[in-house]
């Protein structure tokens, strides 16, 4: 989680400041986050093995196509693939991530279906699109990766509370 939140985070820094990019500063800088979100999302294996090996396809179309259209064309096919898929693992999963993960494949959903309304306003609009997008998405991961961690250490360090037998679950907490 943390990984795909750095890669999120990263990229979004780069949308906001890039003053003026080219259509190859656009291919190449989606291309590589798609790239890199597949590693991160491979690396979790949380989702199936076809997720980020679409969401790798869509960086690597991103990257030959060298095109405002070609660029939200396969950024929108990854976003979309890879947010519906998110969003029903989230609806299956009933653990502490279920709801980020639903919150993270609306996130992409919107992203993915917003690009085709910018395709014409050329690079910098699509950046921006695609960078807001991995912003509030990096956010999202970097609070639920540190909020697990922090979970996971208080967890293990603090004392055992368990009730007498008998006793309600309100006499645990």
């Known amino acids: 989680m943390l990984i795909r939140a750095t890669v999120a985070l990263l990229f979004g820094a780069v949308t906001i400041f890039w003053a003026s990019p080219s259509v190859h500063v656009l291919a190449w800088a989606v291309g590589l986050y798609l790239l890199a ?3 991160a999302v491979w690396m979790s294996r949380a ?3 076809a ?4 969401v790798a396809l869509g960086g690597a179309g991103a990257l030959v196509t060298q095109s405002d259209e ?3 064309l396969s950024a929108m096919f990854a976003l979309l693939v890879l947010g519906l898929l998110e969003f029903v693992h989230g609806l299956r999963k009933r653990d502490e991530l279920a709801r980020d993960w639903l919150i993270s494949g609306v ?6 279906v917003m690009l085709p309304f910018f395709t014409s306003l050329g690079a910098h609009a ?3 699109v695609v960078g ?3 912003i509030i998405s990096g ?6 990766g540190l909020t697990l961690r922090h979970d996971a250490k208080t967890g293990a360090s603090g004392p055992s509370r368990t009730a007498a037998p008998g006793a309600s679950p309100e006499a645990v907490n």
């Open 37 to 39: 979100t597949a590693g």
């Open 126 to 128: 699509l950046l921006g």
């Open 107 to 112: 996130i992409a959903v919107g992203t993915a």
């Open 51 to 54: 997720v980020p090996l679409v």
């Open 132 to 134: 807001g997008g991995a």
């Open 47 to 49: 989702l199936p093995v």
């Open 139 to 144: 956010v999202l991961w970097i609070l639920s």
């Open 70 to 72: 070609g660029v939200a």
